[in-house]
């Protein structure tokens, strides 16, 4: 989907560079200006098929997130990634549909534009920070900590009755250290970083037969990984909750104009090719 933003853009800027580039005022007498100018039928398609790819672009992913629209047909993921795609395209088109010329409402609707598309790219990277199920739904910090509860119980109980390894694994899992075991003193053993290698070699120590090593190894490595997700699930929705202050006040801002827009232009008789 970059690829094809990039390779539309590039196209857009070459095709229409010797008319983007000329001044303003000397652009009327340039051979194309009835074509690349803002009512001309190419500047104007832009701005259609721009306009309609936001629109449906905004309208899809609000019905699918709000009301599981097309639920099982779409990954909310997949979906998210297609919202971004025509978001970020379209806006590039309208661009074009402006000749680079702003002012009044018309600048209003750029910057508001360009605010949406600049916070929906940061919206994105913490999307994607979020733990999320196989079909894309946000989890819940209670079903991670579920999970993560889960995780230490079968660990037990692979553990079985030693407590010293069950105290030096958990520790392990829990904190991402355990305690020296070189230390045999009664003091409170020096703890240190270490490693699943280190771990390995624990439970060889151990007398730990292979198949149950790789088993516990596993279970660390999903209850470190949920430890690692439920720190960001909590970080990401504190981040998430800021990051709708500013993308949504500027994409009512955007569409209103738009609309506005759409409407002053019907009033005064424009027509594209129909």
């Known amino acids: 989907m970059v690829f094809t933003v990039l390779v539309v853009t590039l196209y857009l800027s070459y095709i229409g560079y010797d008319y983007y580039s000329n001044p303003l005022e000397e652009r ?3 051979p194309q200006h009835e074509w690349f100018k803002p009512s001309g039928a190419f500047g104007h398609g832009l701005g259609i098929v721009g306009s309609l790819m936001i629109l449906f672009g905004v309208s899809i992913y609000i019905l699918r997130k709000r009301y599981n629209f097309l639920s099982r047909q779409i990954r909310l993921k997949y979906l998210l990634e297609f919202h971004i795609f025509l978001c970020t395209l379209g806006p590039i088109l309208i661009l074009f549909h402006t000749a680079f010329k702003f002012g ?4 209003i609707a ?3 534009m360009v605010a949406v598309v600049f916070s929906g790219v940061i919206g994105r990277f913490v999307y994607i920070q979020i ?3 196989i079909e894309g739904r946000e989890l819940t910090l209670n079903e991670v900590k579920n999970m993560k509860e889960h995780i230490s119980n079968v660990l037990r109980q692979t553990l079985g009755m030693d407590n010293e390894l069950n105290r030096l694994i958990l520790s ?4 991402g250290d355990i305690p020296d075991l070189k230390s045999q003193s009664t003091a409170a053993p020096e703890r240190k970083s270490t490693s699943i290698g280190a771990i390995r070699r624990i439970l060889k120590n151990k007398k730990i037969d292979r198949p149950h090593r790789n088993k516990i190894i596993r279970l660390i490595r999903e209850e470190i990984s ?3 997700k439920i720190k960001r699930l909590q970080r990401m929705q504190q981040l998430f909750k800021y990051w709708h202050v500013a993308h949504l006040p500027f994409a009512i801002i955007m569409l209103i104009i738009l609309i506005v827009h759409v409407a002053v232009t019907l009033s005064f008789g424009y027509k594209w090719i129909f």
């Open 28 to 30: 009327f007498y340039h």
């Open 104 to 107: 009044g409402i018309v600048s």
């Open 131 to 133: 733990p999320r199920t």
């Open 110 to 112: 750029f910057w508001s």
């Open 172 to 175: 392990f899992a829990g904190n």
């Open 226 to 228: 949920l430890s690692g």
